[in-house]
């Protein structure tokens, strides 16, 4: 007959036996390897459907404050009735539950198993019988006396399935940190749950090594490993595991978004993403992928929406540089006075979208040198008034250069052409002339 790992932890210590006071050796010479293809193709009992098989240990780990118990009491209710876990999982049957907490008191469990049956639509009375919970007192794992109350309890109730949160309460003068201590611990205390399916709550350490919480919409967000559970020999005592932890900080709003890594000897394993709202004990669960798209997708949507604002506050500081300047400028003076000498990608984008939308226009201005020059921008709707007062100058300008030429043209030519004429001469012009005629240009 083979004998099952849960089988042998189960036995007592020293394996004395009750006859004569013998002791029995164990040969631990197992089975023959033939006698292995009896196991080939056999089925695997679910407790959750390709999530947990119920013949492993099981952990379950978290970061501080991410729902874990909570989760937890939605697995009691749901193994308790049959019931889909996290209203996504197929759980095959009901099996009888046995959940010792010290995260909560009875009152709480009162609020908790409430919420889970009333989102099943079910009553107190569908849960009789098939769910106990320990809310008052936690055991020590350390002390054989404590082992046998579990030891009494599971065999007196016949639960399937036990339920022990948290791990580190029972954990009392075991060294966490040394592998050869919390083993044995481990052993004896499955053992005691023997015949029921052991499910261990855990906490990570603080800080976590792979995670760190990030704001709303990142899509970066690592998922939790079972190097993040604190201690030592935990994740090599179970089986299989649930990790999880936050994908955003809390909001106080009872509104949780959660990343999930679970997997298995069985070889079950996913990634996932659960927003969970505990004042209606909703869930929504999504692959993990599913999760990073639609975050990564969020980030360049507010990317995008950031990127907009900023060229909206460019333009703005433009055209707060051109106004109540009534006479083109160039664009570096406009640069200037918007306070962007440094952002010259930013203010070539928000000026070209002032160029294309109209709001500037473009017109020839006069340097410091009084020189005429191309590419002076002004506010399109000072641009009228501007080419207006050009017009009337230019034609005051022309109106006083003919004054001029008529005065000086001398009265014979005038009266003989009718025409505005100059003497030629057939002299070449001395270095006195050509010096005075310099100075007339200047002026």
């Not at 874990?68 to 049959?82: E, I, Q, R, S, Y």
């Not at 889909?84 to 010792?100: A, C, E, I, Q, S």
């Not at 990343?259 to 993403?273: D, K, M, N, P, T």
């Amino acid at each position: 007959m083979q004998t099952s790992v849960v089988q042998a932890a189960a036995r007592t210590p020293l394996w004395k036996t009750e006859d004569a006071g013998k002791v029995e050796i164990p040969s631990f010479g197992g089975i023959d390897a033939a006698d292995l293809q009896a196991f080939v193709g056999q089925s695997v009992e679910w407790l959750v459907s390709d999530v947990f098989s119920d013949d492993e240990p099981l952990i379950i780990g978290a970061a501080r404050k991410s729902c874990k118990t909570l989760l937890l009491f939605d697995l009691a209710c749901a193994v308790a009735t049959g019931t889909d876990w996290l209203k996504t999982f197929h759980v095959p049957r009901k099996r009888r539950v046995l959940f010792v907490t010290g995260e909560t008191n009875y009152r709480r469990t009162a609020v908790h198993v409430q919420k889970c049956l009333a989102s099943r639509a079910m009553k107190w009375g569908d849960v009789a019988g098939w769910l106990r919970v320990e809310a008052s007192d936690f055991p020590s794992f350390t002390i054989s006396l404590e082992l046998e109350g579990i030891r009494g309890t599971v065999a007196e109730h016949g639960a399937e399935v036990v339920i022990l949160d948290p791990l580190f309460r029972g954990m009392q003068s075991v060294d966490a940190s040394k592998l050869f201590e919390v083993g044995p611990v481990l052993k004896e205390l499955q053992a005691a749950v023997s015949p029921a399916l052991m499910i261990l709550s855990h906490h990570f350490v603080k800080p976590l090594k792979h995670f760190k919480a990030v704001e709303p919409g990142s899509g970066d967000v690592p998922l939790p490993s079972l190097d993040d559970l604190t201690g030592a020999g935990i994740a090599e005592s179970c089986g299989q595991w649930w990790l999880q932890t936050r994908t955003e900080r809390y909001q106080y709003d009872d509104r949780h978004s959660l990343i999930v890594e679970f997997g298995g000897r069985e070889g079950q394993s996913g990634a996932l993403q659960i927003a969970f709202d505990e004042r209606s004990w909703q869930f929504d669960v999504r692959s993990a992928s599913e999760f990073r798209q639609a975050a990564v997708q969020l980030k360049q949507d507010q990317q995008s929406k950031q990127a907009e604002e900023q060229r909206e506050s460019d333009r703005c500081a433009v055209m707060r540089a051109l106004r109540n300047c009534k006479e083109p400028m160039s664009k570096e003076t406009v640069k200037m006075r918007a306070g962007m000498q440094g952002s010259r990608g930013r203010f070539e984008a928000a000026f070209g979208d002032l160029l294309v939308d109209q709001s500037v226009s473009t017109r020839r201005y006069q340097d410091v040198c009084g020189r005429w020059q191309k590419g002076g921008y002004i506010l399109t709707e000072y641009a009228a008034e501007y080419d207006a007062a050009l017009l009337a100058k230019s034609e005051s300008d022309s109106k006083s250069d003919a004054v001029v030429d008529l005065e000086s043209e001398p009265v014979a030519s005038r009266k003989k052409t009718g025409k505005m004429t100059t003497k030629k001469s057939g002299k070449k012009p001395t270095k006195k002339t050509r010096q005075a005629k310099v100075e007339k240009d200047v002026c």
